[in-house]
């Protein structure tokens, strides 16, 4: 399976990237942001832009045999977001190789965001309190329930996988990113919302004040019309049952 961005044709060409081995060598010969036992990323710039480019490897497990690998997980959550109007990468190249089934290896990539900083570094550097950090915890609870009441669910909602634009203070905008683990269902799953919650509050719970994470489940619970006193409990059990503390 390949993709193509139709925007990047061109550019594609007159780099003469038009093999997938040119593709990859191109990209691998750039600078290597992290590597893993399962992915490796590189940034490189084609021209004047910065890109991301994402490898996955085959694991040699049956785990994905003829199911969505992490890397079309990936590309498909980019690809919803951008159709439902949420702020997230936009997808330059993905293909995906496989054998009788058994996955290969994936390939992604998509566009650098500018101006940008994940929103663990903002928390952990910036004071309490303050009326920005509390219009981020707004902003952040109606893009958890946008992406919910659409069946999406992150499964890694955690506030390193959550960029925050630097360019306007006064109107925080967010991007989702890295969510290989995503899901998404035809219909609402008070379970796997639930997870991206706690996922949220593993680090906000010492990086935010009680009064912050407070706003978070006020306005989320409010989007979704659930009680929030109910569904703060279900949280902390569920909290508690994963990671054996508060």
């Known amino acids: 399976m390949i993709y193509i961005n139709p925007d990047y044709k061109g550019i594609f060409h007159e780099f003469k990237l038009v093999e997938t081995k040119e593709m990859m060598e191109f990209f691998q010969s750039g600078e290597m942001v992290s590597a893993s036992s399962i992915s490796r990323l590189w940034k490189k710039k084609l021209g004047e832009e910065m890109l991301y480019a994402k490898k996955y490897e085959s694991t040699y497990s049956l785990r994905y045999f003829c199911r969505r690998s992490r890397g079309m997980r990936e590309f498909l959550a980019y690809r919803f977001f951008q159709s439902c109007g949420i702020p997230g990468p936009v997808v330059v190249y993905f293909e995906e190789k496989r054998l009788l089934g058994n996955l290969l290896w994936s390939f992604l990539v998509t566009q650098n965001i500018d101006s940008t900083v994940d929103l663990f570094s903002f928390f952990e550097k910036r004071p309490a309190n303050g009326h920005l950090r509390q219009k981020i915890m707004e902003s952040l609870a109606k893009i958890a329930w946008q992406i919910h009441s659409c069946g999406f669910y992150h499964k890694d909602f955690k506030l390193r996988n959550i960029l925050l634009s630097t360019i306007e203070e006064s109107n925080p905008k967010l991007y989702l990113i890295d969510c ?18 706690v996922t949220l509050y593993k680090h906000t719970s010492f990086l935010c004040t009680p009064a912050e994470w407070q706003i978070f489940m006020d306005v989320y619970a409010k ?7 109910r569904l703060s409990q279900d949280m902390l059990r569920r909290y508690t049952k994963k990671f054996g503390r508060q």
Not at 181 to 197: E, G, T
Not at 223 to 229: F, I, K, T, Y
């Open 180 to 197: 290989p683990k995503s899901v998404q269902k035809k219909s609402f799953s008070p379970r796997l919302a639930l997870w991206d919650i």
């Open 223 to 229: 989007e979704r019309g659930c009680d929030v006193n």
